[in-house]
């Protein structure tokens, strides 16, 4: 599967954003989509998962309440609401899928098929 990340750019700190990451080709195989991001100097983060089996989400601490992942089927795409942001959560953000059952949704080397990534800035 390729995975493409759409919908990034510059908001303003409180505002709102809504990525996107669509698939070409199927997701069927894989155990779930995750949301990664990298600041500049620092090392790529875990944001959260959804299981591609029974939807449930997982978030790290920092997003949760203000990021909320989703899934259209019919689409084929996958989102990442991001509400309330904040400078700190300015980062390029990638999706990938996972093919590993006892995955970790914060350790990226459990992830493969990754996106090109979309820039996110929160400034003012």
């Known amino acids: 599967v390729q995975l493409a990340e759409s919908g990034g750019g510059l908001v303003q700190p409180g505002g709102s954003l809504r990525l996107s990451c669509t698939a070409s080709?199927?997701?069927?195989?894989?155990?779930?989509i995750g949301w990664f991001r990298q600041a500049p100097g620092k090392e790529r983060e875990g944001v959260g998962c959804?299981?591609?089996?029974?939807?449930?989400?997982t978030y790290t601490e920092s997003v949760k309440g203000r990021f909320t992942i989703s899934r259209d089927a019919a689409k084929n795409t996958y989102y990442l609401q991001m509400d309330s942001l904040k400078p700190e959560d300015t980062a390029v953000y990638y999706c990938a899928a996972v093919y590993y059952s006892e995955y970790e949704f914060d350790f990226p080397d459990h992830f493969d098929a990754w996106g090109q990534g979309t820039q996110v800035t929160v400034s003012t």
């Open positions: 080709g199927s997701t069927s195989t894989a155990y779930g």
């Open positions: 959804i299981s591609t089996t029974d939807g449930t989400t």
